[in-house]
């Protein structure tokens, strides 16, 4: 208990905390005992079922009526026993702590003071017909998060209420024990964050609902824009604020919309897991949870192998990023081209190119805005020539050729859109199929009349002669169905292979972009790189995997999830343009809470520099952009440690809590650098650590040390991109695999420089350190990355 607070108080808190407990009580006893009663009622209606009919063999109606009343019966028993069951539940795991808010609220022009206790659900008591606690979603709860003592107001579907707030409570209750109680001021009291922050990391995210900030709560509550999108820095808790704006959606409208109406798009699987109890946690069902990656996966089916962020992470992690590649390779083509002719051979100039520099700059360029008008600028051109198709027939025969095709397409159907112009070709193709078919059929059937061998009746031949064309005809049903005829690959490799041209004519018909056109010659190397890689390994780059869907869907229509009413992205500033594209197009009647962290952009391809470039992305509906500045995850010293890092990024601001100084250690030999880490981690037991991760720049470097641990720390786990589900305990991981989750200790293995020793390492060097709650160490060998504080 606060220390100022009265014994008067104190009395008056833990006499309401028994009234609670014991209303809960009633009530767990009362909906045991209606759950039982609709189960034994629900035994006895199966049982007894047909006994209850009645059977007219001379009125077949009233027995149907009969049988639709006794199933109609069933079903209302068994629809009350799960609502009992389903409160039941929700008692149960919320009786430990039924509370954890009081304010007191006086409306204008209203001599009665309200008591408001606040808790994750709301609670009446029937016999005394009171409210004991409103659930933190109802419109006056927000009074709680949004005001300290004095004059309030807060919205309600029938206008604004204006009063006055006399006071303002928290409780920290656990297991039906008053533990604290805490007067405060318009923040969430700082004496409670310190003591919630100050805890071991859990398994999964919590969701602190009593914790909730002012501007988190501005965040949950806003349901006025289209597109919300939050630049949150590390440990702001823009993710757990995101959960609760989908549990408070769907709390407020839960007539209108259902959690399997929802979907989050998360970087990984493990992250999933992570937040997976977040919901189950505010009462409510799981939303739908994916990866873009898995869309991807799903969309694309094609000849090539999909290669995925990660991989694309560790090709390009070890060489010069961004600009710079640019930059360099564009001096290398102008250097190879120095003495070659106009005409020369472009394949040839690429062999003497420098491939590095050229994979560099393809991953940058290929999730720029100017490369999506590059490919806009393509497709449009495909109205009028340069599609692709493939011919549909037998292995011995050709039925649909592509010349027929192209005929359809470009003259037969010039005057429809290019979507609308392919599926007009796609019901040409299906009529034409289904009429060789009946011919094949008829050709078939006299070929067997004429051959002795074949005896039976004029059906039987028919039958026959169906069954063997059957199997050709569902073949190519099935590619013109899902537009099969036509060569999106090869459309694909066309397009890189005249990527100069492109360029040059995008050039012409100029519009805004973000200034990353490289001219026709570095265009024209990074376009037939492409198009040797794609014929030589078969391997889409991730790069590439985007664009190359935003052809097909832009050609063929995009498919739409119509049903989906609101949408999270969670990592945004990983997301490039034409994923944003497919994702406006893929969920039209959706609303987005997109959120992000521009300090912990670390990937290459990833051209969305900021908010506001998001925000342009979907100008054509209401957003809105909100900051969350103040980072509660790390200690004090640990957040200022890892913005000092990051001096031109985007602000964050530390929370009042103190820990120790991150620690550097400096090392000489790769054995020195093992035992280091070791002894770390023994410290880290010894100081009861309930988790600690190691991280490593790369997956190889990981792997290699997760091996040289395991000996002598049996319980340690690898995290690697196949990594389905988090537990306490330690791990070892590379850095991108870091992002999102958080540990009591961290240790950064290699903070050297020569892993962290380029530019573009920065924000990835300032993403690993703030996974770190209470202790950071760093290692580095022979010389500490140049990226990291001075002192």
């Known amino acids: 208990m606060s220390n100022d607070m009265l014994e008067s108080d104190r009395i008056q808190e833990l006499s309401k905390l028994r009234y609670v407990l014991d209303v809960i009580e009633r009530h767990i006893d009362q909906l045991q005992q209606t759950s039982e009663e609709q189960q034994n009622e629900i035994v006895e209606m199966k049982r007894n079922f047909w006994d209850q009919v009645t059977l007219d063999q001379d009125d077949m109606f009233e027995s149907y009526v009969s049988v639709m009343q006794q199933t109609q019966d ?21 009786k430990g702590s039924p509370y954890f808010g009081r304010i007191q609220f006086r409306e204008d022009g209203d001599d009665e003071t309200l008591d408001i206790y606040i808790g994750l659900m709301s609670l009446t008591d029937d016999q005394a017909d009171a409210h004991l606690v409103y659930d933190w979603r109802t419109p006056i709860a927000s009074l709680f998060y949004d005001y300290a003592a004095g004059p309030v107001q807060y919205r309600t579907p029938v206008g604004l209420i204006t009063g006055e707030m006399p006071m303002k409570r928290q409780f920290v209750i656990r297991r039906g024990r008053l533990e604290a109680v805490f007067d405060t001021g318009i923040q969430i009291g700082d004496d409670m964050l310190q003591e919630m922050l100050a805890k071991s990391s859990d398994t999964k995210m919590r969701s602190i609902v009593s914790t909730i900030q002012r501007e988190q709560n501005a965040i949950i509550r806003d349901d006025s824009h289209d597109v919300l999108i939050v630049q949150g820095a590390a440990g702001s808790g823009k993710t757990s604020a995101a959960m609760q704006r989908i549990a408070y959606l769907l709390y407020k409208y839960r007539n209108s919309i259902r959690s399997e109406q929802v979907v989050l798009f ?20 799981n939303m739908s949870q994916t990866t873009f990656q898995n869309y991807l996966e799903h969309r694309l089916h094609t000849r090539w192998q999909l290669e995925d962020l990660y991989d694309q992470a560790e090709r390009l992690m070890r060489k010069p990023t961004g600009e710079e590649a640019i930059g360099t390779a564009a001096q290398s083509v102008q250097t190879s081209t120095k003495q070659t002719d106009e005409t020369a051979d472009v394949n040839e100039t690429a062999e003497d190119s420098d491939s590095t520099l050229l994979e560099l700059a393809s991953a940058r360029w290929k999730a720029s805005f100017d490369f999506m008008q590059v490919m806009d600028c393509y497709i449009d051109h495909l109205t009028q020539e340069g599609m692709q198709f493939v011919a549909l027939g037998t292995p011995k025969r050709t039925i649909v050729t592509q010349e027929m095709m192209a005929e359809q397409f470009y003259v037969v159907l010039a005057d429809w859109s290019l979507t609308g112009r392919l599926h007009k070709l796609q019901e040409w193709v299906k009529q034409y199929v289904n009429s060789w078919a009946k011919a094949e059929e008829k050709r ?12 039976g009746t004029e059906q039987e031949l028919r039958d026959i002669s169906r069954k063997q064309v059957r199997k050709w005809v569902q073949r190519m049903r099935r590619q013109t169905r899902v537009f099969g005829f036509v060569d999106w690959e090869g459309m694909y490799v066309s397009c890189m292979q005249q990527l100069g041209h492109w360029v040059a004519e995008v050039e012409h018909t100029r519009v805004v972009g973000d200034n990353s056109l490289p001219d026709t010659k570095l265009a024209t190397q990074i376009g037939h790189y492409t198009a040797k890689r794609l014929s030589e ?12 869907l935003y052809l097909i869907e832009r050609t063929q229509g995009f498919h739409t999830f119509n049903h989906i009413r609101h949408v999270v992205i969670d990592e945004a500033q990983d997301y490039s343009p034409f994923q944003y594209e497919l994702l406006n197009r893929l969920f039209p009647r959706s609303r987005f809470t997109i959120l992000g962290d521009w300090n912990q952009a670390i990937y290459e391809a990833n051209r969305v520099n900021s908010v506001e470039m998001v925000q342009q992305m979907f100008k054509e509906r209401k957003t809105d952009i909100v900051r969350l500045a103040k980072s509660y995850r790390s200690t004090r010293n640990i957040t200022e440690y890892a913005q000092r890092i990051i001096p031109d990024g985007e602000p964050a601001q530390a929370f009042n809590r103190s820990g120790s100084a991150p620690r550097l250690y400096l090392v000489e030999t790769e054995e020195e650098r093992l035992a280091a880490a070791v002894r770390l981690l023994r410290e880290l037991e010894r100081a009861g650590a309930g988790s600690a991760a190691l991280i490593t720049k790369d997956e190889s470097t990981s792997a290699y040390l997760y091996e040289l641990l395991r000996e002598q720390f049996p319980d340690i786990r690898q995290v690697t991109k196949f990594t389905r589900q988090f537990a306490a305990g330690y791990w070892v991981m590379p850095s991108y695999l870091a992002k999102g989750l958080e540990f009591d200790g961290v240790i950064i293995y290699d903070a050297d420089q020569t892993s962290y020793g380029k530019e573009s390492d920065r924000k990835l060097l300032y993403t690993v350190c703030t996974r770190a709650l209470h202790e950071l160490s760093l290692i580095a060998l022979k010389e500490p990355s140049k990226l990291l504080p001075s002192s």
């Open 74 to 94: 069933l079903a209302n028993h068994e629809r009350v026993q799960a609502h009992a069951g389903k409160l039941l539940q929700k008692l149960n795991q919320h």
């Open 266 to 285: 998360s970087p990984n699987d493990l992250f999933n897991d992570y937040v997976s109890n977040i919901l189950p946690e505010l009462g409510e069902a």
């Open 444 to 455: 078939v059937y006299n070929k067997l009349l004429q051959k002795n061998q074949y005896l």
């Open 537 to 548: 390994y078969g391997i889409l780059p991730f790069e590439d995997t985007s664009p190359f």
